[in-house]
């Protein structure tokens, strides 16, 4: 049995990392409500504008609608969102594995890149032949730690430029979709080319009444419509990072405080042995005078 003082430091150190996990529960609960509810107000607008582009798209030639050319998947862009930081349980190795997932199995036949969002992610590509490199996404790495609309559409123009150049033919999101404070879901998005199923399974056969004039108004909407999507998934992955570290902090905190009570079992324990060791000493030291 370990000695009085190896105990009493044992148990000064689980409740110093008791109270920072506590702090940091409390922080990203904290947290969490703000990013919820950024979140909970855009996914509806969000919805509704894909919607709208994707029913409207189906009435386009493909002429007029570049960014709905499906040329297979010979190259795949894979834009993958993580955190920057850790402590949030599996919410950074879930999305990591969905990537590996992606590139070993639906698209092995392909040539797969991967754009990082996310510090998590970057450190587990950049080892590998999947990285992309590019300056202007590069300069956005950190957007997670920091998202805005303005930064977003930086990254989004650079996607559907990659697109138009025909240096990707698909390109899908990979991110953790917020749902509630305990439960995060690893989404697999197609972000392009556009997708017309949603159309041609409801009411594509509407004819659309135009004004200014398509090129005008998809020239608008469908940038507007991508980098909506993409700042959904940056928010969504966001929310879902606070939420899995408060769990993960709560849980934390709920081992410490158990181990913390084991211990001072332990000493407590140790602590009597050692009374009665010295109560038997000396009643024994007592008799041998006596005798």
Do not use: W
């Not at 990203?28 to 107000?41: G, N």
């Amino acid at each position: 049995m370990a000695n009085l003082k190896e105990i009493r430091n044992r148990i000064s150190s689980v409740s110093s990392t008791m109270q920072i996990t506590s702090a940091m529960k409390m922080v990203s609960a904290a947290k969490l409500k703000r990013a919820q509810d950024a979140i909970t107000r855009l996914r509806p607008y969000a919805s509704k504008l894909r919607y709208i582009l994707e029913n409207v798209s189906g009435t386009l030639d493909m002429s007029e609608n570049a960014f709905a050319e499906d040329r297979g998947s010979n190259n795949v862009l894979i834009v993958a969102i993580t955190s920057n930081r850790g402590l949030c349980g599996g919410f950074n190795s879930n999305i990591i594995k969905k990537v590996n997932s992606l590139i070993k199995e639906d698209f092995s036949d392909s040539s797969v890149s991967v754009v990082c969002l996310g510090k998590k992610i970057k450190d587990v590509i950049k080892k590998t032949e999947y990285y992309y490199s590019n300056e202007v996404i590069a300069s956005h790495e950190d957007i997670v730690g920091a998202v805005s609309f303005e930064r977003t559409h930086e990254v989004s123009q650079e996607l559907m430029r990659v697109f138009q150049e025909k240096k990707a033919d698909r390109i899908v999101l990979v991110y953790n979709r917020f749902i509630n404070a305990v439960t995060q879901s690893v989404e697999v998005e197609g972000f392009l080319p556009l997708s017309s199923e949603n159309s041609q399974n409801s009411n594509s056969t509407k004819d659309y009444l135009f004004e200014p004039g398509k090129e005008e108004i998809f020239a608008e909407l469908i940038p507007k419509s991508l980098n909506t999507q993409l700042f959904k998934a940056l928010l969504d992955s966001v929310a879902a990072e606070h939420a899995a570290r408060m769990t993960a902090m709560h849980k934390a905190t709920d081992n410490a405080s158990e181990l913390r009570k084991a211990l001072k079992l332990s000493y407590n324990k140790a602590r009597q042995a050692a009374i009665t060791n010295e109560i038997l000493e000396i009643v024994g030291g007592a008799e041998a005078l006596n005798a």
